[in-house]
């Protein structure tokens, strides 16, 4: 299939994630009090917006749909998972840290060679990937200049030698 003609702007970015959950409560047990992320905005108990840094909202959530819902299908059409990016590799290494000692199970990690990730899911099912960015000079590239992604073993320990 031929690429489009047509250019997305440079600065142009995806905003925030909006989620149907099945509990109110349980998805800001998560977002809130794990992940961090703040509430800007709550509907009772049918919706909630959070945010970092006092954005308008990162991640919406809400029950409209799916009060009560079973857990999202692993085979199922839809979001394979959304992507968290930190500012820096130790904040990375501080979130890992954090999902550690509170015992939250992991579902997997990995160096992308553009930015080291970590996986998990959130209590509806919903895949969530926290991850950092490496320096744009220091993404791989094939031969002939483009990009050069790849999944390998994330070096757990040299990412927690961030936070000595």
Known sequence: MPESEFVA??????GHVHLKVSNIDRALEFYRDLLGF??????????????AGG????IGLNTWQSANASKASQNGVGLF????VFPTRKNL??????????????TGMADHGVSEAIYLDDPD??????????PRAEWPQKPDGSLRM??????????LAELL
């Open 9 to 14: 702007p440079a600065e142009t970015r995806i």
């Open 38 to 51: 703040q509430i800007t905005e709550r509907m009772g108990d049918s919706a909630v917006f959070l945010s």
């Open 55 to 58: 954005y308008h909202h990162h």
């Open 81 to 84: 998972h959304t992507a968290i």
């Open 93 to 106: 290494a501080e979130m890992l840290q954090r999902l550690h000692e509170k015992g939250y199970p992991l």
């Open 125 to 134: 099912g919903n895949g969530v990937e926290l991850y950092w960015d490496r």
């Open 150 to 159: 790849y999944t390998r073993r994330l070096d757990v320990n040299n990412l």
